[in-house]
């Protein structure tokens, strides 16, 4: 089994973190003093291992971002990345103590602060973890957000999440967030990459989304990828492909609103299910 990110605010499972230490918009400071060097050494060994797994798996921009997180060898300091985030892309890491309810999670995005979970997994997790920790949070998502079109879609989604909590329609919004922002791919000169999270955190799920005949990829398609539900506790059987981080971008200038309204008369779409006319992308 491998790194499983639930969806902000959907786990059944108590939480795991000390949330007393939590403000009231669930930040908290990094209690940097408090790992242990067994913890940095197994921040180390998850970043060595996914760090080789990337070539030719990874999108190029990923890679191109990863250096800039500059933290290969201990857990960093927030502040640290901070520094190089806010001249990037004006982007801050805020810690919190692990999964936040998704009002909070979006308000926190749509103000250019992403949450960071600040403790890492034991030594008994290094394949499989239920909640993202802090090796998720910074090695999955903050390389891409030192890249100014992820950045601006990180931001506008978040202000989409408060708009869609208005609307009742959190459900659809997430699995988009699921589809791109967790284990969405894109399609590069030579061949299907991964951009998502969700993926470049995972040693498993890596290799098997680009390279596994058993899942199907489809294009992405907004109306498509909003009906379809998720697996949160096995590989996904579908992903969709991108040819551009600009494409998901162009989501930002249009209403979702009619789109809701239009979703919520259509039936849910099952996590490996294929439509009538539907063909996965060759890798
Ligand atoms: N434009 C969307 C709306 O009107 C919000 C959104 C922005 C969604 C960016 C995803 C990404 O609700
Ligand atoms: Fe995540």
Redesign the pocket.
């Known amino acids: 089994m491998e790194v499983r990110p639930v969806v902000y605010g959907q786990s059944s499972r108590p939480p795991r973190g000390d949330y007393s230490r939590a403000a009231s918009d669930y930040t908290c400071t990094q209690n940097y003093a408090a790992y242990t060097e067994v913890e940095h050494a197994t921040w180390r060994q998850l970043y060595a291992r996914q760090r080789a797994l990337l070539p030719g798996r990874a999108s190029s921009d990923f890679i191109a971002c990863l250096p800039l997180l500059g933290a290969s060898e201990r857990i960093p300091h927030f502040e640290d990345i901070n520094t190089r985030l806010q001249a990037a892309t004006g982007w801050q890491l805020v810690g919190v103590p692990g999964l936040i309810p998704e009002v909070d999670f979006f308000r926190l995005l749509s103000q250019r602060r992403f949450p960071v979970t600040d403790w890492i997994r034991t030594r008994d997790e290094l394949d499989y973890i239920v909640e993202p920790d802090i090796f998720h949070d910074l090695f999955g998502h903050v390389p891409l957000l030192f890249h100014p079109v992820l950045a601006d ?1 990180m931001q ?2 978040g ?2 999440g408060l ?2 909590a208005d609307l009742g329609a959190t459900e659809l ?1 997430a699995r ?1 967030y699921w589809y791109t922002i967790e284990f969405g791919l894109v399609r590069e000169a030579d061949g299907i990459k991964a951009y998502g999270a969700g993926i470049l955190s995972s040693a498993g799920e890596l290799a098997y989304s680009v390279t596994s005949p058993i899942p199907q990829r489809l294009p992405l398609q907004l109306e498509r990828t909003m009906r379809t539900r998720y697996r949160i506790d096995d590989y996904q059987h579908t992903y969709f492909v991108i040819d551009d981080l600009q494409q ?2 162009d ?7 009619p789109l809701y309204d239009r979703l919520r008369q259509l039936p849910e779409i099952a996590a490996d299910e294929r439509l009538p006319g539907e063909a996965s992308i060759p890798v």
């Open positions: 879609y506008a989604y202000a989409g708009k869609a919004l988009l998901l971008l989501f930002a200038s249009s209403d979702f609103a």
